[in-house]
């Protein structure tokens, strides 16, 4: 079976940081593309990054703030969160593909794996 599972969710302050995770089960990160997508109550699920074997992608309104990362012997893929706000608060979800470079990637329907998500509160 093909899966992703995320971790690093919590609570985090406004202004603060916070790590994700996304571990693939049954295949390599350098195989596919690998994005990160969040969904707040009442908003539709977005695209955050996407990371292949090809190039990266940041969606304009987090970049700067949010970095994809991805560590081959691990075999993990991260997403780096810093000076959090309120709004950033949403369920995180890892998604995979067979590697396109990124090909777009902001569309969650173009996903076949999907992780079960990681709440991410963001409070003070």
């Known amino acids: 079976q093909l899966q992703l599972v995320e971790s690093g969710g919590g609570l985090g302050q406004p202004g603060g940081s916070l790590t994700l995770s996304c571990a693939p089960s049954g295949f390599t990160v350098e195989s596919y593309d690998i994005s990160w997508f969040r969904q707040a109550p009442g908003k539709e699920r977005e695209g955050i990054a996407c990371i292949s074997r090809y190039n990266i992608r940041h969606k304009d309104s987090t970049k700067g703030r949010f970095t994809i990362t991805r560590d081959n012997v691990k075999n993990t893929v991260y997403l780096q969160m810093i000076r959090l706000s309120p709004d950033d608060a949403a369920v995180y979800y890892c998604?995979?593909?067979?590697?396109?470079?990124?090909?777009?990637?902001?569309?969650?329907?173009?996903?076949?794996?999907w992780g079960q998500g990681t709440q991410v509160t963001v409070s003070s």
């Open positions: 998604a995979a593909r067979q590697v396109t470079g990124c090909v777009s990637w902001e569309s969650a329907a173009r996903y076949d794996i």
